[in-house]
């Protein structure tokens, strides 16, 4: 069966692999993930952390022990994601990849100013999911990071998400500001900051994309609910890119994708020095495999300015 993600899997295999940093590997799905993705050309593994732990867990599931450069720290998730960062700062990986760690242990190193990979830009996640229902991939954002965003973190957010679009090579992505209603609304703030955004793009503050809000979910993803409406818009029925309001808002619509939906995704944090694959528990290895497709895409983009 043909997945809309068949294009970026060859486009990805076709680059040189990005050296990733995998912080704390010692479970058999981000260890196993960062092997397939490997054997795929996604990624060269750096594995961090207890070399000895890490060597036990390969002989247990067969997998090649000398196969990878190892890192080898304290068994200790923050020393592991520590030295990952300085390695990314020094240029030694190009992106990271999250293990069997806690994520504020892991974004914590990431984040800290003495890691140096913060840049101007606030950090945000990014899914691409690929819906069977939609002709094209959708990123969605944020559904993992920014909590509350204000105006100015949406519009990083904004940034962040037509940056990963256009590394997977859509020229002008097109951005939906999700709210309940297309109407501005002075009781619901959600729908005042979907106007800002749009006009900020207007004016050039957001670039490189076409941003519209607010937009109701039906109204963003179908050009009919939009002509039914009356919706002129050169986003409705066509983004790439759902911007929720807020975390909750975003994070159900991705389980509901997920798990209801059984959409296929993959996900970045963007906006730091690398792309971070920020990876869940309960992640499939298809969708940690996916998320090393983006970083090696993303990676390539940051490297050489173009898809």
Sequence with gaps: MNSLFDPLRERAASLKPARTAVVYPLSQASLGAAYEAADAGYIEPVLVGPQAAMNALMHRHGLKADRFEIVDTRDDPREAAHRAALLARDRAVQALMKGSLHTDDYMSAIVARDAGLR??????????????????????????????????????????????????????????????????????????????????????????????????????????????????????????????????????????????????????????????????????????????????LYAHWLGTGHA
């Excluded at 009356?230 to 309001?245: E, F, I, T």
């Excluded at 996900?267 to 290895?285: E, F, M, W």
């Design 119 to 296: 840049t101007q830009r606030r950090v945000s996640h990014v899914f691409v999911l690929a819906f069977a229902a939609y002709p094209k991939l959708v990123a969605l954002t944020d559904a993992a990071v920014n909590i509350a965003p204000g105006l100015a973190d949406k519009a990083d957010i904004a940034r962040n998400a037509i940056d990963l679009c256009r590394a997977l090579g859509v020229a002008t992505p097109k951005v939906a500001v999700l709210a309940a209603t297309e109407d501005v609304n002075p009781a619901m703030p959600a729908t005042i900051e979907a106007a800002a955004l749009a006009k900020m793009a207007d004016r050039g503050q957001i670039a490189h994309g076409i941003v519209d809000g607010p937009l109701a979910f039906d109204i963003a993803i179908s050009a009919q609910a939009a002509r039914s409406k009356g919706l002129v818009s050169r986003v409705a029925g066509d983004p790439d890119v759902l911007l929720v309001p807020d975390i909750e808002a975003g994070n159900a619509l991705y389980k509901q994708a997920a798990y209801l939906a059984g959409a296929e995704l993959g996900g970045l944090v963007l906006g730091a020095a690398v792309p971070v694959l920020l990876t869940s528990r309960a992640d499939s290895v298809a969708a940690r495999i996916n998320s090393c497709i983006l970083a090696n």
